[in-house]
């Protein structure tokens, strides 16, 4: 199996590249100037190769939630997405706790067969924050990482037990950050919109809070520990001088926190309703300069899909999230790209390389011998997006009617492509 990307711009951490791209057997086998090979060819002048993109926080709800979405869904949209890989959360229907769910997860991205899916296993069962999981099983039928995103675990000697044992099977802790009971049952940021609007407001502090107990045991411990979807000005501060001092500590954002503030939710617009809530410019710059600087590894989706039933509903009793899958690469180029913030070459090492580095995932490079997985975007065309022509089954998103630039164009996955937009 043979495939000729030709004419393409490739990008490196090095920078763009005019060059073919030769695919042999699902591993790119060759990278040149100019390739002739007598095999399937797909021209793709004035356009941008990128190494696949790898999202490590994504819900994909199968198994028990299949309304709001599934693996065949939730994996159609990743590719038309340019996503190449996906960590699925465990928040599933029965939890991801033991291997039997991450077998059945693994067994069904085999059967859909688009992009590669890695299940995350929860750090205690059921979510319940009060016994570890079968961490060790989880491990052996192919869990990549652990979480009980959604919640944090409460129990700080549970959470100390977790990382430990964790740590020994290899696996990383990806930490939701947020004291439920000074959360109390937020819905928006606490702040000058949660009082005009008479939401109940979620301090920064409930989220400052964990990731300063996270990095303290991790760096009590001496063991390494990931923040997830961070979104607070605080918390960006607060991982910053953690890394200053060599704490093994790496943490994402998400393209809605590096663009929306809570002047949003004014529309009482439930689409805009995500936990940890949207908050205020401050917090977007600062999240913008954690970026720039490093503080901020990578950039994720929290893809989290909801059924129009879920979102349909007043603003205290509709389900958190956004489907983020189909516009992140879009927002990430038109708002941090476009705009000066980061260089091309910056944005696709957030969106890919960091996250393989972090989860100890395969790929993320455009390299000889690395695996073909590969995204091919056109920046020069600009769409308006419209969550009502997503694939996936959550059309949960809060940029309905933004102008972006990068359409993706083919996605490819160990040589085979997956997605092509036409």
Do not use: W
């Amino acid at each position: 199996m043979k495939l000729l990307i030709k004419n393409g711009i490739l990008v490196t951490p090095e920078g763009e590249t005019k060059a073919d791209l030769l695919i042999k057997d699902g591993k790119i086998s060759k990278i040149a100037e100019q390739i002739q090979e007598n095999c399937k060819i797909i021209d793709v002048s004035g356009k941008h190769v990128l190494p696949g993109l790898i999202d490590i926080h994504v819900h994909l709800r199968e198994p028990g939630f299949e309304s709001k979405e599934d693996i065949q869904s939730g994996s159609a949209a990743a590719v038309k997405g340019g996503v190449t890989q996906v960590c699925c959360m465990p928040n599933t229907n029965p939890v991801c706790d033991n291997a039997v769910v991450v077998n059945y997860i693994l067994n069904r991205a085999k059967e859909v067969n688009l992009c590669k899916v890695h299940p995350i296993g929860s750090i205690t069962k059921g979510e319940q924050g009060e016994t570890l999981s079968d961490i060790g099983k989880m491990k052996a039928a192919g869990a990549v990482a652990l979480s009980d995103d959604g919640k944090s675990v409460m129990n700080s000697y549970i959470m100390r037990l977790a990382m430990e044992y964790a740590n020994g099977f290899g696996l990383k802790c990806l930490c939701h950050c947020e004291d439920a009971n000074l959360a109390d049952g937020g819905v928006v940021n606490e702040g000058f919109n949660s009082t005009v609007t008479g939401l109940k407001g979620s301090p920064r502090a409930a989220e400052d809070i964990m990731i300063a107990r996270e990095i303290a045991l991790s760096e009590s411990l001496d063991i390494p520990v990931h923040i997830c979807h961070v979104s607070t000005c605080s918390g960006v501060e607060i991982i910053r001088s953690a890394k200053a001092r060599g704490v093994k500590v790496t943490a994402e954002t998400c393209p809605h926190y590096f663009i929306l503030t809570d002047d949003i939710i004014t529309s009482f617009d439930t689409f805009t309703k995500v936990n940890p809530p949207l908050r205020e410019r401050r917090d977007v710059e600062e999240i913008i300069r954690g970026l720039q600087d490093g503080t901020l590894d990578c950039i994720v989706t929290d893809h989290a899909p909801h059924s129009l039933k879920d979102k349909q509903a007043e603003y205290d009793l509709a389900a958190f999230g956004i489907s983020g899958l189909e516009t992140s690469l879009a927002l990430g180029y038109t708002y941090l790209v476009k705009t000066g913030k980061l260089t091309l070459s910056a944005l696709v090492e957030k969106m890919s390389a960091a996250p393989a580095k972090i989860l100890g995932l395969e790929g993320g490079e455009l390299k000889v011998g690395a695996p073909a997985d590969i995204t091919v975007a056109d920046f020069a065309k600009s769409y308006v997006i419209d969550g009502g022509k997503f694939v996936s089954k959550g059309k949960n998103t809060p940029f309905n009617g933004f102008c972006v630039n990068g359409v993706v164009e083919y996605t490819i996955v160990d040589g085979e492509i997956k997605y092509c937009n036409k």
